[in-house]
């Protein structure tokens, strides 16, 4: 059973910078898709970014892209989320979340149902 536990949550100010953490246990396929979403109150859960496990070629929304960093520790299947410039819009609870046995397709791997195991969510709040 895949097992997903995020870090590293919290409060910053506008401009500010937060590490996103999510240890990742339970995997049984070389290759799986590992992923960040996020989710507001009252908006649906949106894709941040993702990694294949085992490769160094992240994918980002375009909301993220320059700003957010995704890296991955191979020996232990921890992945980071490095985010900068953080502005208000990106307070939301993010989420770790593992599709097994897949590449991160970029037709579907912002698409939540693809994923069938996802950690608790840990806070971002981001004050202006």
């Known amino acids: 059973q895949v097992h997903l536990v995020e870090s590293g949550g919290g409060s910053v100010q506008a401009g500010g910078s937060l590490r996103l953490s999510c240890a990742v246990s339970g995997l049984s396929n070389q290759w799986n898709c590992l992923g960040w979403f996020r989710q507001s109150p009252g908006k649906e859960r949106e894709a941040v970014a993702a990694i294949t496990t085992g490769t160094n070629f992240p994918v980002y929304a375009d909301s993220v892209m320059g700003r957010f960093t995704l890296s991955q520790l191979y020996a232990n299947n921890t992945i980071f989320l490095q985010m900068a410039s953080l502005n208000p819009e990106d307070t939301a609870m993010y989420y770790c979340?593992?599709?097994?046995?897949?590449?991160?397709?970029?037709?579907?791997?912002?698409?939540?149902?693809?994923?069938?195991?996802w950690g608790q969510g840990t806070q971002v709040t981001v004050s202006s």
């Open positions: 979340a593992a599709a097994g046995g897949t590449f991160c397709r970029s037709t579907h791997w912002t698409t939540p149902h693809m994923y069938n195991a």
